[in-house]
């Protein structure tokens, strides 16, 4: 069965030679009693001409259906002139077959597979049938793609003093992150494992073990609703360092991710990236994580309605509110429905609705006007240079919502402008950003606590120690993410390592419990006692990258097998059901009213 070539190798230094080839039947052409086959393999196509004298094989031929499997013999030749295929490498040659070996029949496609056809074939039909999507070369290229940068960025952290270490999957439940994949263990009856949302803690005892320089690429697992970005299993490149600080870290990152994009897409990507404050990228973007390839930045315009008589924004800023606005230009054309959605979406994030001013024909536009002095609107023409054309939208509340609704508007305002054709956003412009000095703490109302912000094991900026008892807001966590046109690619921090410090912040900053500290973190705190060195680490996604790396917008692309957005894999029916026995064995018993309902 051994092939002496690949279906994208034959070249014209190969005429007259003997060779074989095996894979999928592309298409079959029958030109006047000569057949043509375009014979595919994981490389490439080859075209294998089947003559009449050659008896029982050009019957075989005339049977052939598309993506049937055979193996072909025969000799090399020149296409004659006006033949050859300028399109494929091997399109100055041919096969004049003298044999061939069918070795299975395909039966009636579901769907075609060629890409422009089988875009427009429902995503779940050909996710049922994945293993014929992923025939199509498209598919092929983007796995192509995704091992081209793991092999990458491998080779960059190996050549860096790194050791890849494995570690489990199956680990503890700590409740406190994203909701956990739970599996029950049939030897410990009553008790479960959950599925390692990060090796987080794992990766920490590494550094504890003296491994010092350590990565793997991991898999993860959140039971979370998901989107075009997310699957509740996924890959990320997982970090971590001993004797590390900070600048230590952008450095390791951005020499790795310029040598990926340089090794996958032949671009240099300057270094060193940008870096930007949490709070600046709230100001100016409304997120942490900010597309930062077009303008349109939000304005804070709260000195300017100090003394407003509008009392709608005259409250908010009393009240310790704030006011702010983004200018959309050139979007005065926006309809209706448009702008309905956008007060929607503004709606779901905590609006009471979403104020605007239109500047159309030479005058302005807008339910609000007439509670705005002539102060007022003259301070706004300046501040947010308003031209005609142009459509302003404002946000009167906290800090943080404020920032939150206009950001998302800024977003979407760009997505409508950039339909119009009047803003334009080249694919391949990689604007990378480190987004830095996050607030360690955030104050949860329903809980009534603070809570991390990232993780608890970030260590907190060392002059901000002082404030963790006094005013846990104030003080600033060692947290970098690193951005890439409005996508978190991943982040990191530098972590506590003195048992001491993380005690405090688990009992007297986050106020868990006693006996849930000792339960999900005693282990890691009687670690730390035995000469734990100063670490740091990081964690990228992998599945993201590779999405941007390809300009596919949905994640489910680069993966081999993905779950829908209900989780489900349709290819192999999972989940499932299981039987009796397999619950009993694990002391389970189902609720099949709940499951019912």
Same mark, same amino acid.
């Given at each position: ?10 070249? =014209? ?23 043509? %086959? ?15 004298? $050659? ?9 052939? @259906? ?55 074939? &429902?995503?779940?039909?050909? $996710? ?5 999507? $992923? ?126 994009? @340089? ?19 709230? &100001? ?29 924004? =005259? ?16 979007? =005065?054309?926006?309809? !209706? ?20 001013? @239109?500047?159309? &024909? ?43 609704? #206009? ?32 607030? #360690? ?26 404030? $963790? ?5 104030? %003080? ?25 410090? !993380? ?6 900053? #986050? ?87």
């Amino acid at each position: 069965m051994k092939r002496t070539n690949t279906c994208n190798e034959l070249t =014209a230094d190969f005429a007259g030679k003997e060779i074989s080839l095996i894979g999928w039947v592309e298409s079959v052409r029958d030109h006047g009693g000569v057949i043509f %086959v375009d014979l595919r393999d994981r490389e490439g196509i080859t075209q294998v001409v089947f003559h009449p004298e $050659l008896g029982a094989t050009y019957e075989k031929a005339q049977k052939l @259906k598309d993506e049937s499997v055979i193996q072909i013999f025969g000799k090399v030749a020149m296409r004659e002139e006006g033949t050859k295929n300028p399109n494929l490498k091997t399109g100055d040659i041919e096969v004049n077959c003298s044999d061939m070996i069918v070795h299975n029949v395909c039966d009636v496609l579901p769907f075609p597979l060629e890409d422009e056809r089988a875009d427009k074939v &429902n995503e779940d039909l050909r $996710l049922q049938y994945r293993y014929l999507d $992923l025939r199509r070369p498209r598919n092929l290229n983007l796995l192509r793609t995704r091992h081209k940068a793991a092999v990458s960025i491998r080779d960059y952290l190996n050549s860096n003093g790194f050791i890849e270490v494995e570690t489990p999957i199956l680990f503890k439940s700590t409740p406190e992150g994203a909701r956990e994949f739970l599996v029950p263990s049939r030897t410990n009856p009553g008790n479960f494992y959950a599925l390692n949302q990060s090796p987080q803690q794992y990766k920490q005892m590494l550094m504890v073990a003296g491994i010092e320089r350590y990565y793997q690429m991991a898999k993860c697992f959140r039971d979370e609703d998901l989107r075009a970005d997310r699957q509740p299993e996924f890959t990320q490149i997982d970090i971590e360092l001993s004797f590390v600080e900070r600048e230590d870290m952008y450095a390791l990152i951005e020499n790795m991710l310029k040598k990926t994009w @340089k090794d996958v897409l032949g671009i240099d990507i300057p270094t060193p990236f940008p870096r930007m404050q949490y709070v600046d990228a709230m &100001n100016r973007y409304g997120v942490d994580k900010p597309d930062t390839r077009f303008e349109m930045e939000l304005t804070d315009l709260t000195n300017v309605f100090q003394k407003s008589q509008f009392k709608v924004f =005259a409250s908010v800023i009393q009240n310790g509110g704030v006011i702010k606005a983004v200018n959309a230009k050139g979007l =005065a054309d926006i309809t !209706q429905g448009e702008l309905k959605s956008l007060e929607d979406i503004a709606k779901t994030l905590g609006a009471k609705g979403l104020a605007f001013i @239109k500047a159309e &024909n030479g005058a302005w536009k807008s339910p609000i006007l007439k509670f705005l002095s002539d102060e007022e609107q003259a301070a706004l023409k300046e501040k947010l240079n308003i031209e005609d054309g142009d459509i302003v939208f404002f946000a009167a509340t906290d800090w943080e919502h404020a920032c939150a609704i #206009l950001g998302r508007v800024r977003l979407d305002c760009a997505k409508l402008l950039q339909a119009r054709g009047r803003l334009d956003i080249p694919w391949d412009k990689f604007n990378f950003l480190w987004v830095i000095e996050f607030p #360690l703490m955030i104050y949860d109302e329903e809980e009534g606590r603070y809570v991390s912000a990232h993780h608890p094991f970030t260590s907190p900026v060392e002059e901000d120690v002082q404030y $963790l008892d006094s005013d846990p807001k104030r %003080v600033r966590g060692q947290h970098y993410d690193i951005v890439l046109n409005g996508t978190e690619l991943g982040g990191g921090s530098i972590r506590i390592h003195q048992p001491e410090v !993380q005690e405090k912040v688990f009992r007297d900053v #986050l106020k868990i419990p006693e006996d849930v500290i000792q339960s999900r973190f005693g282990y890691m705190l009687k670690a730390f006692k035995y000469g734990a060195p100063p670490h740091g680490g990081i964690a990228l996604g992998f599945d993201r990258l590779v999405t941007i790396l390809t300009n596919r917008a949905s994640i489910r692309d680069i993966i081999a097998f993905p779950k829908t957005q209900k989780g489900q894999d349709l290819m192999a029916q999972s989940p499932s059901p299981v039987t009796e026995k397999q619950l009993k064995d694990l002391h389970i018993k189902l609720d099949e009213t709940e499951i019912a309902e």
